[in-house]
Every structure is written in structure tokens, then in C-alpha cells.
DNA sequence: GTCTATACCCGGATAGAC
DNA sequence: GTCTATCCGGGTATAGAC
């Protein structure tokens, strides 16, 4: 059996994908973990500190996988394929990838819906470079879009992917099909991207 | 001065507005309501009682105005004025509204980000009518989009509205002029809602 | 019926013994 | 490194004053 830490991580990483953040207690962690309530605050300082590394972490793992994906597409592929990289890493859960996989993006919708101040200034760091690239690379085939739409855009896109997973809208997906769900995602997404622009200043 | 369930009411929306649910105690709310902690249970039966009851009326002020801003647009209304309609209720938190509006548009993106039980079951209830009515409406400009997919993209939008107003997206959205938020968005929605869809089965 | 004081339990943090 | 004991803040339930 591995040292203390790594139990933790791992005991937290599986409760954060069980139950989400709000339903853990510090005991539950040390408890699942076979450690002290107080080897948290030896090892991490706190507990959302420990919840915060896994999450970091998680994050780490998807934007790896985002930029695979984009590295393994064409010069010129499609806008359909670049949507389709970057959103399905973000929005695995209801397709049945591996347990892995699924487990993380639970985590990250999680994180998402209640972002400590330390993940979101780590999303910020993060989502700049990758996305940027991206952002690069779709702005080809929307170039009748303004850079500062286009990133609203993508922002909005993304604040959508995470709050989908949460409870609040999990009523209402129900209709659709899993399996229908990407797919159907992707073409709204496109669609969105590709719109029209507000223009500089709307005179009527 | 009102009776003691209207001070807390009061008391309970602008700490909601000001601070977030997250970030508030029983004592802030009896404090500042003059009150003693065990009121709270007596009136309301548990905080959580509570802050739902102020989540609830907002919501339904929201609900109020959409309808009345849906029965003011000509029957020929283009697709754009149906968006906006919809959205400028939903989203008026940057604009320079009235008070009671921002403060209202706060209240409806935090409970949309950890929503009560209660919260989810209230907004599933009351989005039907409403959102079905608008979608009737929205649908006769989109006649190509399936009525699942165009459920489907109207649960997105909602979604990333609600999510945008967060603290994760706040730095994201820093770089957009204010002003120019809302027509921003009303394009992209619209472009979303236009797309082609998925169709029934992805063969190639 | 209203309201208050208070006691209880849970959860996170931490000091100090080992 | 690990554990126990303890503290403190927070939500809740209740007994009793008015």
C-alpha cells in the first residue's frame, strides 16, 4: 500500500467523482483513505487544498488531452473536427468512455459549478494558451468573426458545457439520447460560432 | 418596521444578492434581520427554507416579466426580438438596470450554481409553460431543427447564462465592454438556435 | 402564536503528546 | 509522521418566557 498522501488523493479523487464537493466531509476522506483526520492538515494544510490539488489535476489531464487531440488533427480540418476536440475531453460523462475518463469529468463539472478562488485562477492560466491555439485555428473558418466575440463565444460555450452536468439541468436532458448528445452538442456549437456578429455598435 | 418573516426575507435576499449563498451564515442573516437565530426555524422551518423562498420569488419575477415581454412582441416578431425577449431578463447583471433587478439577476445565477433541490424541482416546473411557449414561438423561424434538438440547444443557452455569471468566468469575461455583452450574446444565441441540425444519426 | 436562550451535534482546524 | 484532545463556527431542536 502506498504512503499517506497518495491515499488521500486517490480516497478524495473518488469521492469528489461519487458525491461532488459539497457532500464530503474530512472524515469521509480519512476514513476511506485507512488515515488520521489530522494527516490532511500535515500533509495538504486543509482540506480544500487536498480537494483543490485533484481538481488541478484533472484539469491538468484534460487540457494534456485537448492539445493530443488538436496536435493529431490535419492543417486543415474541418470546423466540425476542431469542435469536436475540444468538446468531447470537456464532455465525456454520458458517453461510456473509460472509468477514468468519466470519472474525471465528473470531478471537473464539479469543480466547475463551485470553483474555490484557487481553481478558477489555475482555469484562467490554463485555458489561455490551449485555448488560444484553438481559438486560432477555428478563427480560420469564421473569419468574418471579431477575436473579442469569437472568445466570448467560446466562453460561453464553455460555461454551458460545464453547467449541463449539474443537477439543476439534468431534468431537463433527460429527453435526450445519450448517445445523440455530442453529436447534437457539436452542431450547436458550430452554429454558434459561425454566426453572424453583433457588429461594433448595434444603431437599430 | 414589519413583522419578524418580512425582516428576514429582506435580510436573506440582500445578503444572497451581495455575498452568495455559500457565504452566508444563519447569524449573518438574524443579525442583520434583527432577529434571534432560532427564528429562522420557527418562521421558515431551516435556512435552506429560507433561502429557497427567495430563490423562488425570483424566479418567478423573472418568469413574470418574460412572459410580459413575450406578449408585447407583434406575432411576427423575427427571431432576434424572441432571443432578446428571452435573454435581457435572464442575464441583466452588467447592464445598469434598477436595483432591484441586478440584484435579482444575482440571486437567480448563484441558486443557479448550487441548486437546492427544491430550486431544480421549481425551475423544471415553472420553465415548461413559459420556455414552451417561447420555443413554439422561436421554432416557426427554425423550421429545419427537430423540436428535441431545439430543446435541447434552449436547456444549453439557459445553462451558459446561468454559469456565465460566475466567479470562474468573470476574468474571462473582463475583456468584453459591458455595453456590448448582450448583443454579443443575442448573436451568438441566435446562430445556435439556426444551426443545422445533427440529424438522426451520424452515419459518416 | 411569537420569540428567546440554550444546548446539541457536526465538521474543520490545530496544538501537543508520542 | 501520526494520533488524540480540544476548540470553534455553523445549523438545528427544544424548553419555556411572554
Redesign the pocket.
Known sequence: MR???SRLREAAERLLAERGAAR???????DAAG?????????F?????LLDEVVRSSLTEMYDQQRARLAQLPEDAGLEDLVRAWVLPTFATHAEQDEKQRRRSRILQDALNQPSPAVTAQLAEMAAPVQRQLLDRISRHVPHVPQEELWLRHTAVLAALGALGSDAFAGMLAAVPPDRLADQLVAWIVGGLTAEPAGPRQTA
Chains 1, 2 share one sequence.
Do not use: C
Open positions: 504512503d499517506t498522501p464530503i466531509s474530512l472524515r469521509d476522506i480519512t488515515a488520521n483526520v489530522a494527516s490532511v492538515g500535515y500533509h494544510g486543509s482540506k480544500d487544498a
